[in-house]
């Protein structure tokens, strides 16, 4: 299994703007996400993050909004912009186990956005 | 379109108690599925996954889980449920380029 770190764990964030999360994994893998989970809701995909490539975006996320680096196999930053209180969410980074299709959830970060 | 249902938003269940959440899918091809739980204030823990072979599959936490591909169901069992078991359980389906589509969940209330 892979041990999966994000930070910070919660921050609260003026309306406008931008907060960068960080997500670092204890060994290299190949496939690496980021989701949103908005308040009493499910996971939803916003992107995977690939390495030395631009991240691919799943509908209704956009680059601009949600701009992802990856600039390793073990390290991965998700961007939210110019954010709004509808982006209070938690949002979690996950990595896939060397193609198993076994995904490893970090702890998530906690984002209020006021 | 891929999809996952999770018919029951919340389920009460006593301690000692047996449990069963149900999970429904729409996947065109042979499913991976997932049954994933959030504790309060924790990230997602998986407890089991059915890729292939036998239905019946066994997991963490004295959790299993019987995939049916004639009710496209997956649901998840626990005969004997304890007070840490109340949490949010997610079930999931693997969509290709091994990302996950999720259901809504179930919030799991466990009472003395």
């Known amino acids: 299994s892979a041990v999966i770190s994000q930070k910070p764990s919660r921050d609260i964030c003026q309306r406008g703007t931008s907060l960068t999360i960080q997500c670092q994994v204890d060994s290299q893998v190949t496939m690496m996400f980021w989701y949103r989970q908005q308040p009493g809701q499910s996971l939803t995909l916003i992107a995977t993050?690939?390495?030395?490539?631009?991240?691919?975006?799943e509908s209704g996320f956009v680059i601009d909004k949600f701009p992802i680096s990856r600039p390793n196999l073990t390290f991965s930053t998700l961007t939210v912009s110019n954010m709004s209180p509808e982006d209070s969410s938690i949002y979690l980074c996950?990595?896939?186990?060397?193609?198993?299709?076994?995904?490893?959830f970090g702890p998530g970060t906690r984002l209020t956005v006021l | 379109a891929q999809s996952v249902t999770q018919p029951d938003i919340h389920i009460t269940v006593s301690e000692g108690a047996s449990l069963e959440l149900r999970c429904n899918y729409s996947y065109g091809a042979t499913p991976y599925l997932f049954w994933y739980v959030q504790s309060p204030g924790q990230g997602l823990q998986l407890l089991l996954k059915y890729f292939s072979g036998d239905t019946l599959v066994q997991g963490i936490k004295g959790f299993e889980a019987e995939f049916k591909r004639s009710q496209s169901s997956f649901n998840l069992r626990k005969p004997s449920v304890h007070w840490s078991d109340a949490a949010e359980y997610f079930c999931a389906v693997g969509v290709g380029d091994y990302k996950l589509s999720f259901g809504a969940g179930t919030t799991v209330t466990v009472r003395a």
């Open positions: 996950s990595v896939d186990s060397a193609g198993s299709d076994e995904q490893f």
């Open positions: 993050a690939n390495q030395g490539s631009e991240a691919t975006y």
